[in-house]
């Protein structure tokens, strides 16, 4: 078993940043690829960045490169996801998630373990 527990999110204006943490136990962190998904209302939950176990491969959607950066610190069991430039469009829950696919996965139905998310709002 895994579990992930995610900080950080709040209300901010947009052009400000936010860092999310995703805090993970009861697995060798070091074996699990990360990754951060987000669900606004009403549309599916998307990947927005991933990470793999090694912390050497990582993966961006689209809208967010250039923005967004994740990273993880295996001493502490914990990925963080920094946030910049944020925009309306960015708001929903973020949920962090663990998989034991080698490389990165981005796929949702790759990620067995999730954590119980955290609400970014940024207002315009």
């Known amino acids: 078993q895994v579990q992930l527990v995610e900080s950080g999110g709040g209300l901010v204006q947009a052009g400000d940043s936010l860092r999310l943490s995703c805090a993970v136990s009861?697995?060798?962190?070091?074996?699990?690829?990360i990754g951060w998904f987000r669900q606004a209302p009403g549309k599916e939950r998307s990947i927005v960045a991933a990470?793999?176990?090694?912390?050497?491969?990582?993966y961006y959607a689209d809208s967010v490169k250039g923005r967004f950066t994740i990273s993880r610190d295996n001493a502490k069991n914990t990925v963080l996801l920094q946030m910049n430039s944020l925009k309306p469009e960015d708001t929903a829950v973020y949920y962090c998630?663990?998989?034991?696919?080698?490389?990165?996965?981005?796929?949702?139905?790759?990620?067995?373990?999730w954590g119980q998310g955290t609400q970014v709002t940024v207002s315009s």
């Open positions: 998630a663990a998989a034991t696919t080698l490389g990165v996965p981005i796929f949702p139905g790759q990620f067995y373990y």
């Open positions: 009861g697995r060798t962190f070091s074996s699990v690829a």
């Open positions: 990470i793999s176990s090694n912390g050497r491969s990582t």
